[in-house]
């Protein structure tokens, strides 16, 4: 799939936020851990959502997910597990699909996760969370075979070495069930995380943050069904609000938003030298001057979000001075730097951190790697003078729902073939 955008002189209108991609995964794997039936509001009808729907079909979750309405019923039938490889790789997040196996105690058959692939991800603190719980798991033909043994020690301890929101909600699976208490050490306590958290209480799971260093996990005989509602999406929220400020000008309002998450994202944007109202659920942006250059340091919440660095970047390179951004969280998340280049940005990545010089972008043939980095180049595309093309658009629809209709809200001329 390609996208064509042509550049904006200036941006006006509104975009109302979907509902949180990254919480919607994490949530919809916790149908695997009650008989009861789940139901979620406010989901996103993105592809990776879909193709998470398709992963819990095959290990026996009956899915009706009514995309008009962003209504989803989960109910579990009897788990008959036939995960398809080739839907596996499709998507990070089957990787609660393990951990949901596992909190219920079956043998099964998998491999590694796909999806976005914009560096090193290992799964090394999943798989030694669930070997440590009491499985073996087995290597082998690109394959991983999930054994449990007996006799495995109830009273657990985890401490994970880097803040991981895979891994700490992985573990939370693995002990929500169990008839003992859990400690986490270290965990991730992004919003996400968060939000999986007042699901299972909302199951009656009893899961407390004793401190911002500490998780327990008191297990329970079995959770019940709910209905719940999925926050709005902080990233996509962010990345509608940093294209308003890469834009030449712009007079843009987002809706449907929780101000709180965003308190780093607001506060970059105020540096960048753009002006902000903020409402209850809304805000609304007013750029008429130059940015200036910033230093950010990209890193766990409550900091300014990695998934949001791609896009920054190219926001950078319409400021007026230098700037230099550090991920802390994915130091290579740098796949958009050569699609920056080829628009003649100037870009470099040297020792961890990413300098980018003021620069007048021009259209051209761009790759989206990723997801972020897909938006990245739909924010390049808008800036840059003539009409971008953007090839393997398809991985930008794994999270932004109504892309095209959203940008076309906001006077952006953009076709996708
Ligand atoms: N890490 C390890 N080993 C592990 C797990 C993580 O070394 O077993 C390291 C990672 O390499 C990274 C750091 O720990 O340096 C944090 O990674 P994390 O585990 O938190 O990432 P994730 O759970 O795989 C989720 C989101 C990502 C988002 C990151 C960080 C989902 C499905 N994915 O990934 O979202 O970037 O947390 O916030 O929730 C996106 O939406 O574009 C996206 C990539």
């Known amino acids: 799939m390609k996208i064509e955008i042509a550049e904006a002189t200036s941006l006006k209108g509104k975009v109302t936020i979907s509902g949180s991609k990254n919480a919607t995964l994490a949530i919809m794997a916790c149908s695997i851990l009650t008989d009861e039936l789940l139901i979620l509001n406010n989901v996103p009808n993105i592809s990776d959502v879909q193709m998470l729907a ?11 997910y009514l995309e008009k309405k962003h209504k989803m019923y989960l109910r579990k039938k009897k788990l008959k597990i036939r995960l398809q490889a080739s839907d596996v790789k499709q998507i990070r997040a ?7 196996l596992v909190a219920m105690r079956k043998n099964f058959k998998t491999c590694y996760p796909g999806g976005c692939d914009f560096a090193k991800r290992p799964i090394d603190y999943h798989l030694e969370a669930f070997r440590k719980t009491g499985y ?18 109830q009273n657990q301890n985890f401490y ?13 699976y693995i002990s929500v069930l169990k008839n003992t208490s859990t400690i986490i050490k270290n965990p991730s306590l992004e919003p996400e995380v968060m939000q999986v958290i007042t699901l299972l209480n909302q199951m009656k799971a009893k899961i407390t943050i004793l401190d911002q260093d500490t998780i327990e996990i008191k297990g329970v ?43 780093e994202v607001i506060q970059t944007i105020k540096e960048l030298g753009v002006s902000i109202k903020e409402g209850k659920n809304y805000l609304e ?118 892309l095209t209709n959203k940008l076309q809200k906001l006077g952006i001329r953009i076709k996708m073939k």
Request: hydrophobic share 40%; with cysteine.
């Open 54 to 64: 398709k992963l819990l079909r095959e290990v026996g979750i009956d899915v009706v």
């Open 221 to 263: 005989k079995k959770l019940l069904g709910t209905i719940f509602d999925i926050m709005s999406d902080r990233i996509e929220a962010g990345s509608y609000m940093l294209l308003a400020c890469a834009a030449h000008q712009s007079e843009v309002r987002i809706e449907n938003i929780y101000l709180p998450h965003l308190r």
């Open 136 to 153: 073996k798991i087995i290597e082998k033909n690109n394959f991983l075979f999930f054994k449990k043994q007996r006799g495995h020690s």
């Open 160 to 172: 994970l070495a880097r803040k991981s929101v895979g891994a700490t909600i992985n573990i939370i």
């Open 285 to 402: 942006l007013k750029k008429t001057f130059p940015l200036k250059g910033i230093e950010k340091e990209i890193a766990h919440y409550p900091f300014f979000p990695t998934d949001l660095q791609q896009i920054l970047t190219v926001v950078c390179t319409q400021a007026i001075t230098t700037s230099i951004l550090s991920d802390e969280v994915y130091p290579n998340r740098l796949s958009h730097l050569l699609e920056i280049q080829k628009a003649n940005g100037k870009v470099k990545s040297f020792k961890k951190k990413i300098y980018i010089e003021p620069s007048n972008l021009f259209a051209t043939t761009l790759y989206a790697h990723d997801l972020r980095c897909g938006f990245a180049c739909i924010v390049i595309g808008a800036v840059a003078k003539g009409i971008t093309t953007i090839e393997n658009a398809e991985v930008i629809l794994r999270g932004y729902e109504e």
């Open 94 to 100: 089957s990787y609660y699909i393990m951990g949901a």
